[in-house]
């Protein structure tokens, strides 16, 4: 599931938007979700979701999140309710803003999907993108996925095992231009 629904506030543009090297910012993550074998791949849109469908026109099945002003924690539970409409029994969750991910950092996390997992990259001492929500876990990540804050209240208060992807990705985000 790619997470890319904001404003961009602090960009100055919705990060959709953004181009990376000859494409958007959000096609270069679903690429890379693709490149990682995911089965599917859940594209969450919000601001300015029209103008991001127009100009990328390949991506792959879309959302819109009605509520995306209102943070992250909306995408994910937009995206989460549409997944669990399926037999997907894990999400792996990757930002928009975060082009340093790599394909084989999603697969190395990916390759520990069930549905009682939850996992994270690792980056040294700290944790970060991709992560690996198992189907168990969703209802309680979406209760409590508020404002921006995603899964990392649920992640913080459970056992999640800390996959090494510093290696081969760099998570930083793109906040400013």
């Known amino acids: 599931m790619l997470l890319a629904a904001g404003a961009g506030r602090r960009y100055g543009m919705p990060k959709a938007l953004v181009r990376h090297g000859d494409r958007l910012l959000v096609q270069h993550a679903a690429g890379v979700l693709r490149a990682a074998g995911c089965d599917r791949v859940l594209v969450v849109l919000g601001a300015a979701a029209d103008e991001v469908r127009a100009a990328a026109p390949d991506l792959p099945s879309t959302v819109v999140n009605p509520d995306w002003e209102s943070g992250m924690g909306s995408s994910l539970r937009t995206g989460l309710g549409v997944l669990a409409e399926t037999d997907a029994t894990a999400a792996v969750v990757l930002l928009v803003d975060m082009p340093g991910v790599s ?16 996992a994270q990259g690792g980056y040294g001492d700290r944790r970060g993108h991709p992560v690996l929500l198992g189907r168990d876990h969703w ?38 231009k």
């Open 139 to 176: 209802a309680g990540v979406a209760a409590s996925a508020v404002g921006d804050r995603g899964a990392r209240d649920y992640l913080r208060a459970h056992d999640v095992l800390v996959v090494p992807v510093g290696d081969v990705a760099d998570d930083t985000d793109i906040d400013v």
């Open 103 to 118: 394909a084989e950092a999603v697969r190395r996390v990916l390759a520990h999907a069930s549905p009682s997992a939850l």
